[in-house]
Every structure is written in C-alpha cells, then in structure tokens.
C-alpha cells in the first residue's frame, strides 16, 4: 500500500521568497514520485517525477525536488516565487517499474498562495 | 501533439438519472486512467484501462464503470446518480513506448459533474 501526505494545506509566501512545500510518502516497493500543478478549473500538470537516478530533479517554472529515501520525503522547492505560482499542488506517488502498476496515489493538495 | 481532451467540460445531472463522460488520450498513449476529485475527499483513483482491458480499479462503487476503445479512446459512465457523485472526473494518459514505463500520466482539463 502507499500513501502521500503534504504537510500544510494552505501555504503562503512573499513574491521572491522561497517556495517549499512538503511531501512525505509510504511505499512499500520503491517508489515512483511526482509533483503536480493544478491551476483554477484546469486538469493537472505535470512538474517534475523522481523515477530512479539522481536524487534531485529538476522540474519546469524552475521547480526543483529531492527525494531523501532515509526521510521518505520528496519536498518541492523553488528558490524565487512568482505570482504565476499561485496554485495548488499535489504530491503522488506509484509503485512504478513495472507495467500493470501506473496507479497514482495523491496527496491533500497545498494551496500556494504568492503575497506582492 | 494535442493533450489529453474530455467531453463535455461541464454537465449537469438530476439524482437517479446516469451520465457518460467521454476521454481522448494523447495520440500513441494506450493507457488511459480515471480520477474522481473532490474538496472533501480529494483526488481518488477510479480505474485504469490499457488495451481495451481495465487492469486496476479503485475503491468505488459498481455504479461506476467505464470502457477503452480500440482506438485508446475511453468512456466512464456514472448510473444512479447521487449528489455525491458532483465532482471534477479527470481523466489521464500514459505512453509505453519504452520499458520499464516511466508512470508519468497527463491529464486533461476534466468534466465537471454537477448532480443536482
């Protein structure tokens, strides 16, 4: 079984400030992790996904990750927000690897808000 | 490469009655996958399909079903509609052109389901 949570649900931060939102997961095989975007009555986006590999990723809109197996977090960072940030996010998690095993398991979702 | 499309974006349903949501994947994807979001429950997995055949299914109740075409072209339906069933019905697609797949899914704008 597998489980994400995002620590806080509602998060602000001042245009120009770091962006770090949190994500921790349970898998019990290794595991696949992704960050997604969702912008107001949009689908989601994809922003980057760890698979296997370097353990920093590096995603689009300057979004960055690192998956720290020893802390079961992979938490999202950007080092400058943006006002085009403004959205809500969503951790997931698959036990990838292998075909039949493409399920994606989400997190609550944060909600960023960008102060000016 | 045109995105994931759904239809219709919005509809609007009375309890009882039963609804069919229509999917496109990105052409060449052969996996197609459900999503049910909601602000209560957030978003939860409903099925996956590839080939025609469904291969995972989440925790819903049999009122939900869905199809794959030949064409990877996929169908949800939703009978006896309940107020509970008022939801976003995101639907996403996956490639598997390369193995062992990369679980990435991209996801289309989805149906807003209104059940009054």
């Known amino acids: 079984a597998q489980s994400v949570t995002q620590l806080g649900s509602h998060v602000s931060v001042s245009e120009g400030a770091l962006v770090l939102l949190r994500c921790n997961y349970s898998?019990?095989?290794?595991?696949?992790l992704f960050w997604y975007v969702q912008y107001p009555n949009q689908g989601l986006q994809l922003l980057l996904k760890?698979?296997?590999?370097?353990?920093l990723v590096k995603g689009i809109n300057g979004f960055e990750a690192e998956f720290k197996k020893s802390e079961t977090s992979f938490h999202l960072t950007k080092p400058s927000a943006h006002m085009s940030d403004a959205a809500e996010y969503f951790c997931a998690v698959s036990p990838g690897g292998s075909f039949g095993n493409e399920k994606l398991t989400f997190g609550t979702g944060t909600r960023l808000t960008i102060i000016p | 490469k045109a995105g994931v499309t759904q239809t219709p974006r919005y509809l609007i349903k009375t309890r009882g009655q039963q609804v069919t949501l229509s999917c496109s994947p990105i052409?060449?994807?052969?996996?197609v996958s459900w999503y049910q979001q909601t602000p209560g429950q957030g978003l939860q997995f409903l099925f996956e399909?590839?080939?025609?055949?469904?291969?995972n299914k989440g925790n819903f109740p049999g009122r939900f079903s869905g199809r794959q075409f030949s064409n990877s072209r996929s169908e949800m339906n939703v009978s006896t509609l309940e107020l509970g069933d008022s939801a976003l019905y995101l639907c996403a697609s996956s490639s598997y052109a390369r193995a062992p797949p990369l679980g990435e899914q991209y996801f289309g704008p989805g149906t807003r389901l209104t059940v009054t």
């Open positions: 898998s019990s095989v290794p595991p696949y």
């Open positions: 760890y698979t296997t590999g370097a353990t």
């Open positions: 399909y590839f080939s025609e055949t469904q291969r």
């Open positions: 052409s060449g994807h052969r996996s």
